[in-house]
């Protein structure tokens, strides 16, 4: 599964990396993730709401922190 991460990441960190990372260890995936933090990278890849999560090419969840029920939820849906 092809993960990434678009958010504008101020002092703390991510936001969505956490809950990405507990999603995929209870799924028992051992999937990677990419952060993308940079506005041009951000408006390129065509996330026009950051944050947002994207997965296998699909723009998932956009325009808010995702819970972590939003993200177990899209994750099985590509199992």
Do not use: H, Q, R
């Not at 002092?11 to 209870?26: H, Q, R, Y």
């Not at 041009?40 to 995702?66: C, D, H, Q, R, Y």
């Amino acid at each position: 599964m092809e993960i990434k991460i678009f958010e504008n990441i101020c002092w703390g960190g991510s936001k969505i990396a956490p809950i990405v990372d507990a999603v995929l260890t209870e799924l028992k995936l051992d999937d990677d993730f990419e952060i993308i933090a940079d506005i041009p990278s951000i408006a390129a890849a065509g996330v026009m709401e950051p944050p947002a999560l994207m997965i296998n090419g699909t723009v998932k969840l956009f325009g808010k922190i995702p819970t972590y029920e939003d993200v177990k939820k899209v994750m099985e849906e590509e199992l």
